[in-house]
């Protein structure tokens, strides 16, 4: 069962299928549209770049970036790439740039040598487990850039990841946050976006 939700990207509008029931990859976060938003005001960080999408989930923000005009690589585990497919079906007529999808486990790292323009890394923060496979292949993408958002919980196994995040990235890259002002109506204390540059 699923049900659609409209999106505003920049001028037009993606519909996104989402699952009623599902772990963490089925729905369309808050952190998805703050980052969607932030994209369509800086479509020239999307326009005709190569884009990574880790952990695409409905593939929204793959979408959003194929209609800005980016070529996209949307990636998830095998068993969560067909709402991307469906959603991407759902879209093709937006979409003036491409989007494909391809598996890519963290845990097996990437060892494709495309050179990455923008690596898009949103709400990929849940579990402690996956904060070393995250930040290794977040390393082996080598991106020019990489936007990161995520929400701010407070409790159990997500708080700690988030920590544990934060801790590692900063040792490997330079963190400029997008402050609550430059995100208009879409900013609040509990979303944060960095964007990422390897030091």
Known sequence: MSMERLINVGDT??????????DVNGVVWDSALVAIHYLAK???????????????GTGAVS????????NVIATDLPDRLDLIREN???NKDKIVGEVRIEELDWADGYTKMDKIDLLCCVDCIYYSSSIEPLI???REVR????LLTYEIRDIGDPIAAQNMFMKRVNEEFTME??????????GCDEIKLFILTPK
């Open 13 to 22: 509008s993606v519909s996104i299928k989402q699952l009623f029931v599902s």
């Open 42 to 56: 800086n479509e020239h960080l999307v326009r005709g770049e190569k884009i990574l999408d880790l952990g695409s």
């Open 63 to 70: 979408i959003a970036c194929g209609v800005m005009g980016g």
């Open 88 to 90: 991407t079906r759902l």
């Open 136 to 138: 290794k292949t977040i």
């Open 143 to 146: 991106a020019k850039k990489t």
């Open 177 to 186: 946050e997008v402050t609550k002002d430059e995100l208009d109506e879409f």
